[in-house]
């Protein structure tokens, strides 16, 4: 069993920036890797990045690349995203998830272990 953490959302204004923080613990040695995903009111949840837990692959939904990073802590047992440039649009819960085998990375179905959320919004 793998238990994560979401830390870091909030309120922000437009063209600000927010880093959140996933912490896991337990059976770590299971990941194969995390993924953060986000899910506005009325939407699907949205696949936004994605990163291998002991190789340096990373994933990004195209939209969000250039202002969003992900990034990890293994010694911490730490996942991050770092928001950039963030945008009204940006506003929704913010999930962190671990996958244990190989995939796509992109699609909410493959991942085993999900985090409670965290808020994030953006004002104009």
């Known amino acids: 069993q793998v238990h994560l953490v979401e830390s870091g959302g909030g309120l922000v204004q437009a063209g600000g920036s927010l880093k959140l923080s996933c912490a896991a613990s337990?059976?770590?040695?299971?990941?194969?890797?995390m993924g953060w995903f986000r899910q506005a009111p009325g939407k699907e949840r949205e696949f936004v990045a994605a990163?291998?837990?002991?190789?340096?692959?990373?994933y990004y939904a195209d939209s969000l690349k250039k202002r969003f990073t992900i990034s990890r802590d293994n010694a911490k047992n730490t996942v991050y995203l770092q928001m950039n440039s963030l945008e009204p649009e940006d506003t929704a819960v913010y999930y962190c998830?671990?996958?244990?085998?190989?995939?796509?990375?992109?699609?909410?179905?493959?991942?085993?272990?999900w985090g409670q959320g965290t808020q994030v919004t953006v004002s104009s």
């Open positions: 998830a671990a996958v244990k085998s190989g995939g796509d990375y992109r699609t909410a179905a493959e991942y085993d272990y």
């Open positions: 337990g059976n770590i040695f299971s990941i194969n890797a």
């Open positions: 990163i291998r837990w002991s190789a340096r692959w990373t």
